[in-house]
């Protein structure tokens, strides 16, 4: 194991994809540069044919990579914040997502999209959402949230090496965290989720950066005696069910945290999927902390009251507990 | 360009793929009426100079995407009259088993991405297959077949721009047909050509007869010897006229907003008679031979319909299938 910096493991599952298959190739805004550190350094390595920094125009560039993609290349590209899919909502929903079906199974989509999603501080709300429950209701698009470096290197080896369309969400906030990474190759299979932490009591379902609040409000919740499970899914498609039903068989009592809105988001569509399945494991009703249902506000005490945090993790917690 | 300057292999080809279009789509229009076809048909009846002459330019390798008025297209690029007829009837023999339909087919063995529903969406597409042959040392041009509507349409200027700063082997071949669904390209579109568009993303644009099969053939033919040598992308814009409505069927919701003398004197310049006239004046082409190939292409579309509606209509199972490569 070592312990590295979570853009370090973007930055690593991206050189040893590119390394391993030339048809593996980066795009976006400033990636020679690497804005965020992601992409830095690998232009050194790869070169400018490989590591493409594409003008501001996101349904030109995200479009190219559709049509890379369905003519034999590999393409990661970067979307710089999740916002910005809106500028091209329709090469990813209507092409990238629809095109393999629409073919009869015919095209070969093998894309990887980056973006850096979620609130990392007064940027607002244009900078700060939560997009992947809008994808989530788009079929045909992957969807991979990794919570910590270790899964976010492995996640994106396999997404990178995926057959079909994947949107790769980097949680902003996550972009200053550390964590352990196993030695050598590291694959994270999509549609396999993990238990963060074991416990009893009540399981958190925590998708994103809210995994690091869960397992904090865990341990506190433990010396209070509340055994308290922490169950990432890590990926909302493919979706582990198994995994999901297999907590709430395990403990009866659900918090789903998710940084995302309460009407419609991923929150929303994994209750309705432990009702539908596991209604009959349920000792009490599933609570859902998520952003109230407006968009991220500028002002600090503005968007601290909007977004989920610990203390209302806990005090949902609480309210379903024995 | 003089006919005489092509083999008369090549003509008869281009004259049969002419014809094949225009029987192809006139049948087409009368199964719909008749409700033999679902969904939406769009037809482009009198263009079929445009999709001939650029698909004579080009092989097997090579990439196209293109419309919802794409039947043209696919059928210049190889496509069997058979699978895409079973495909129009949604039948589990067409190109796409029935899930794509007129607007959506795709045939990846012949380089063709895909007809596409969004105005504009293939555009991109076509930029990046052309951004991968340039990985491959430039040995296939990716043609994005589009209307004049597309180009007010965002996809169009990024994708220019970004193929001619990458230099990428991409040809855009505008297809105008004077209409964008009903609106005259007049009222919708700053320049009167929209090859002048091409001065600003710093390529050559061409503005060529789209009814005149050896002129596009010829102007593609530059355009692909310039992509391959990794010299960057060509605007074509194509002149033709849309002889059918936008959408087969439109009589029953939308009022006529054509001047019937403007398609009266547009129908005088037939592509097909145009063409047929240039072949007869070489003196090495027979009216008969012209006439054999026109009974050749009736029994094929014959056989495409027959084989059509005697083909299996797709097992409701398949409709959860193909969703994802790896689900």
Known sequence: ?322 | MDASAIPKEQLFHMYRTMVTIRRFEETIRDLFFQGQIPGFVHVSIGEEAVPTGVCAALTDKDYITTTHRGHGHMLAKGGEPKRMMAELFGRKTGYCKGKGGSMHIVSYELGILGANGIVGAGIPIATGAALASSFRGNEAVAVSFFGDGASNEGTFHESLNLASLWKLPAIYVCQNNAYAEFTATSESTSVKDIAVRAAGYDMPGVVVDGNDVLAVYEVMRQAVTRAKKGEGPTLIEAKTYRWEGHVVGEQAFVADYRDPQEIAAAKQRCPIVLFTQKLLETGFVAAAELERIQREVQATIDDAVAFAQSSPLPDVSEATQDVFANP
């Open chain 1, 1 to 322: 194991m070592r312990d590295i910096g979570f853009i370090e493991a973007i930055n690593e599952a991206l050189a040893e994809e590119m390394e391993r298959d030339p048809t593996v190739f980066v795009m976006g805004e400033d990636v020679r540069l690497g804005a965020f550190g992601a992409t830095r350094g690998l232009i050194d390595k790869f070169g400018a044919t490989r590591v493409r920094n594409t003008p501001i125009s996101e349904a030109g560039f995200a479009g190219a990579g559709v049509g890379a993609a369905m003519a034999g290349m590999r393409p990661v590209v970067e979307i710089e914040f999740a916002s910005f899919f809106y500028c091209c909502w329709d090469q990813i929903c209507n092409q990238a997502g629809k095109l393999r079906y629409m073919s009869g199974g015919q095209a070969r989509m093998p894309i990887t999209y980056r973006c850096v999603f979620g609130a990392m501080g007064s940027a607002a709300a244009q900078h700060s959402e939560v997009v992947y429950p809008q994808f989530l209701a788009a079929p045909g698009l992957k969807i991979v949230i990794p919570s910590d470096a270790g899964d976010m290197k492995g996640l994106l080896k396999a997404s990178i090496r995926d057959d079909d369309p994947v949107l790769v969400f980097e949680h902003g906030r996550l972009g200053f965290t550390r964590g352990q990474v196993p030695d050598g190759e590291h694959i994270v299979p999509l549609g396999k989720g993990a238990v963060k932490r074991a416990g009893t009591d009540v399981s958190i379902v925590a998708i994103g950066a809210m995994v690091a609040k869960a397992l904090s409000v865990a341990e506190e919740l433990a010396q209070d005696g509340v055994s308290v499970e922490v169950f990432d899914p890590r990926t909302l498609v493919p979706l582990d069910e198994d995994g999901l039903l297999a907590t709430v068989a395990k403990t009866g009592r659900v918090v789903i945290a998710d940084e995302g809105h309460l009407r419609g988001g991923a929150a929303a569509d994994l209750a309705a999927i432990v009702i539908d399945k596991g209604f009959d494991y349920l000792n009490a009703p599933i609570k859902r902390v998520t952003a109230l249902d407006t968009p991220i506000p500028f002002s600090p005490p503005l968007e601290e009251f909007v977004l989920p945090n610990e203390a209302k993790i806990k005090a949902a917690v609480q309210e379903i507990a024995r």
